[in-house]
């Protein structure tokens, strides 16, 4: 099972890898929503989970979901946004778009175990 984490601060992408490796999982991690695409079209078929910042350059994460989920090949991977924006109708407009769950930073790393694990257990 491969986590893809797609933030622009490699101390965020650093500390998900440690939630995710310690839940037993495999590590993936780029800087932007492009760098994702381009990771999905090249290593999609492996990816069980996307982790999704909403603020990046070149695509940024909001973007990218839409992306994600008008293509067929990977509109079932589920996506959790790991971000910063907490306007409410931004959130609600990313769980309409196809997010299944919603983590706003600052957060521990219990908080993101607890949310990993949730939307895991979706996928069974």
Known sequence: MIVLS????NIIRRF???AVEALGLE????????AAIDYLNEHGNLVDLILL?????VLDGFSTLQ????DERYAQIPVMMVTTETERTNIVKAIQTGAKNYLTKP???????????????LMV
Request: proline fraction near 3%; aromatic fraction near 8%.
């Open 53 to 57: 910042d909403w603020n990046m350059p």
């Open 107 to 121: 957060f521990s790393q219990e908080d993101l175990m607890i949310k990993l694990n949730e939307c895991l257990s």
């Open 27 to 34: 590590f993936a991690g780029v800087d932007n929503g492009q």
């Open 6 to 9: 797609v933030d622009d601060s």
């Open 67 to 70: 992306k994600l989920k008008a």
């Open 16 to 18: 998900i890898q440690g």
